[in-house]
């Protein structure tokens, strides 16, 4: 019912910058909470930023000031604006959906960062 896509990962180096979007796909989008997370090889998949549909965000203290979460209600998309990248912040990143007892995720996007 609910399908989410990501697009935007690739390599990029320290200190530089890379924006995701997601892609929300199906019925009420606005009853959703969105979020950002990743998975970095050997650790469990941990929360970047999340943001309501009343635009209200939270931020992993690890990207805080660094990444911007935000989502366009009449387009159904959100994105995830990140600057001054670090080697640490490599991971796959992956769009997340919430509502209640629903929880639907993408297939996630690889984010490389290295010189």
């Known amino acids: 019912q609910v399908q989410l896509v990501e697009s935007g990962g690739g390599l990029v180096q320290p200190g530089g910058s890379l924006r995701l979007s997601c892609t929300f796909s199906?019925?009420?989008?606005?009853?959703?909470?969105m979020g950002w997370y990743r998975q970095a090889p050997g650790k469990q998949r941990e929360l970047v930023a999340n943001?309501?549909?009343?635009?209200?965000?939270n931020y992993a203290d690890s990207v805080k000031g660094r990444f911007t979460i935000s989502r366009d209600n009449a387009l159904a998309m959100v994105y995830l604006q990140m600057t001054s990248l670090k080697p640490e912040d490599t991971a796959v990143y992956y769009c997340?959906?919430?509502?209640?007892?629903?929880?639907?995720w993408g297939k996630g996007t690889l984010v490389t960062v290295s010189s």
């Open positions: 199906g019925s009420s989008f606005m009853s959703f909470a």
């Open positions: 997340n959906a919430h509502f209640g007892p629903m929880d639907y």
């Open positions: 943001i309501s549909s009343g635009k209200i965000t």
